[in-house]
């Protein structure tokens, strides 16, 4: 059945015009004024509201066995919640420990969310090793529609790689069209500050974002872009939390370097004194790198503006206050590290960002969309309105005022690190591939409608 969407405030990242979208099969195929349609079209009335391409989070953990644990949402929830908060397309990170077998890690984290999610989505594909046997069955994810590799500098022991797998991972990205997304902090000297800490009876959360300081987060990102220049590799830097970082990647930028970064929503919401409360309630903001000094925030914001970073994610990773935070009680190095927030990412933005003035509308629409969707091989696609784009649709109402809170988000999490913050505007009505999927701000889609979108290469 055809969708049409009348009336509604059509915005994408460079335009912004009042107009009907018209909707068959799963694309656009026609936007203008006064557009008619068959007797069996579904129409919905978007007067006074506005009209956003399908929201894109190019960073979320799903499937993540972490830190002796696993983070609760499935795809079944995590993408319901994505729904709900706007977003459509969701890439989530496929990371095999180092001594399991990428493309069996592929095929386990397709499996997971095949049949099993609300939205559309695709892979990173993690490389945690590297050897001939990773290497042809790198090329192999290639050949399946994988167009993203993720690395931790991070982690040592469990996912991150050493100088030499990096050097080669990055060399065989280039070859063959891959960008590689990074988690960048130096790993030696978190290992070591962390054992210092603990010897000294430094166990408490507030003591989480003093063993990865900012400076730590910083030489990753040098690191990184100092082996990316070697082979004039695409990379991209993942949650970036701090001003000493975006100086380095700015500073490797000006020299030519193909590097884009990411920031998080906690990064630009929240500030390091979260992670110091008491009671361990500092363990609901434990995620790394961490959470920073509260002068960060607005220089992420200026940089989202000036266009130095290019996207806001999630990092979504979901672990209970209880029953997984509380791992690490008597050691910050054992409390999974991640904070939730697949669901509140679109409104958290558009409420602090657009409605703050710290960005425009198109901005917003840019770094919550489009230019994921450009930097991953996604577009036009996703991450825009136009004629062949797929009906990814989110009608957004300008005028709901809500409040975020644990009871009434529908993430499989038992707590949320945005408690009482205020929104403004929702989405009201979201499409994936013309078919409604939220109406009136709740959940009526199938929950099987999403699909992996396979993506090719690019020849840098
Ligand atoms: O704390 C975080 N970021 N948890 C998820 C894993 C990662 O590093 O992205
Ligand atoms: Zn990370
Ligand atoms: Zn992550």
């Known amino acids: 059945m055809a969708l049409l969407v009348k009336n509604g405030e059509v915005i994408t990242a460079s335009e912004r015009y009042v107009a009907d979208i018209y909707c068959e099969g799963e694309q656009i195929t026609r936007i203008g004024k006064n557009l008619t349609a068959p007797p069996d079209c579904e129409v919905i009335d978007a007067t006074g509201k506005q009209v956003f391409p399908g929201f894109i989070d190019p960073h979320v953990h799903i499937y993540l066995p972490f830190m002796g644990t696993y ?55 993690g490389v945690t090793r590297w050897d001939e046997s990773v290497a042809s069955q790198l090329k192999e994810a290639v050949g399946k529609g ?31 069209g891959v960008i590689t997304t990074a988690h960048c902090e130096n790993p030696t000297a978190i290992e070591e500050r962390q054992k210092e800490f603990l010897a000294a009876g430094k166990t408490g959360t507030e003591w989480h974002e003093r063993s990865r300081p900012v400076s730590v987060e910083a030489h990753g990102v040098h ?19 701090c001003d000493a970082s975006l100086r380095v990647a700015e500073a490797a930028k000006y020299r030519g370097g193909k590097v884009w970064v990411e920031t998080v929503i906690p990064y630009l919401m929240l500030d390091s004194s979260y992670a110091e409360l008491p009671d ?62 697949i669901e509140e990412r679109v409104k958290l933005l558009y409420t602090n960002g657009v409605r703050k003035g710290r960005l425009d509308v198109h901005q917003f629409v840019d770094v919550a969309s489009t230019q994921a969707a450009k930097i991953f091989g996604l577009f036009p696609k996703k991450g825009t309105i136009q004629i062949g784009s797929d009906a990814d649709l989110v009608i957004y109402d ?23 913050f205020p929104i403004e505007g929702r989405p009201e009505t979201v499409t994936v591939r013309g078919k409604v999927a939220v109406q009136n701000g709740e959940f009526v ?8 979108i396979p993506r090719e290469p690019t020849h840098f």
Not at 103 to 114: I, R, V
Not at 151 to 162: Q, R, W
Not at 308 to 322: E, I, K, M, Y
């Open 71 to 125: 983070a609760k949402d499935t795809h079944t929830t995590g993408s319901q919640a994505a729904l709900l908060g706007g977003t459509t397309t969701y890439i989530e990170m496929v990371v095999p420990a180092r001594n399991e077998e990428p493309m069996e890690a592929f095929d386990l984290w397709n499996a997971k969310a095949s049949g099993h999610s609300a939205c559309d989505y695709t892979f990173h594909l």
């Open 146 to 176: 994988i167009a993203s590799f993720k690395i931790f500098l991070a982690y040592k022991g469990a996912f991150g790689v050493t100088d030499d797998e990096l050097y080669n991972t990055l060399k065989f990205a280039k070859e063959h």
């Open 223 to 241: 690191h990184l872009c100092t082996f990316a220049g070697l082979h004039d590799a695409h990379v991209y830097i993942v949650h970036t939390s």
């Open 280 to 341: 361990f309630e500092g363990a609901k903001y434990v995620m790394s790198p961490p959470i920073r000094e509260i002068s960060n925030q607005k220089i992420l914001w200026d940089a989202l503006s000036s266009g130095l970073v290019s996207t806001v994610g999630t990092d979504h990773a979901p672990f209970d206050f209880v029953g997984q935070k509380p791992m690490g009680k008597d050691d910050f190095t054992k409390i999974p590290n991640g904070v939730p927030a």
């Open 398 to 420: 300008p005028d709901y005022r809500g409040t975020i809170s644990a009871k009434t988000h529908h993430m499989n999490v038992d707590y949320s690190g945005f408690e009482g």
């Open 445 to 452: 889609g199938d929950p099987a409608r999403g699909k992996f």
